[in-house]
């Protein structure tokens, strides 16, 4: 997914539960350990302002994801779902909260 001239990668998980997910990377290198407190005061203002995603601080590799839940069971998927809610609610999202994102992390 292109925002602000970052592609930011993403990756749809489908799974027995009654709920698929699509993951996209805010960020593609790990941030520094001095700004993980700033960064997750801006993520939880986030998630407390749009209701779609979640946002977190990985641990694994201190990347920045997004989440965003599809309610679908398996037999039900459908894939054109995921791509219109990416394009139509996540896209525009994106577009106007990344670059404030990245400037907390220290990467704008």
């Known amino acids: 997914m292109d925002v602000h001239n970052h592609s930011l990668p993403v990756f749809i998980v489908v799974d027995d539960s009654a709920f698929s997910y699509a993951r996209i990377a805010i960020t593609t290198t790990s941030i520094d350990e001095k700004v993980i407190p700033a960064v997750l005061k801006e993520l939880n203002t986030l998630n407390q302002d749009y209701k779609v995603s979640k946002y977190y601080v990985s641990t694994e590799d201190n990347n920045i ?31 106007a909260v990344h670059k404030g994102i990245l400037k907390v992390a220290g990467l704008a």
Do not use: G, I, K
């Not at 989440?67 to 609610?89: H, K, R, Y």
């Open 65 to 95: 994801y997004m989440d965003v839940s599809v309610p679908a069971l398996t037999e039900q998927f459908d894939p054109t779902v995921v791509v219109n809610l990416l394009l139509e609610v996540v896209q525009p999202h994106l577009d």
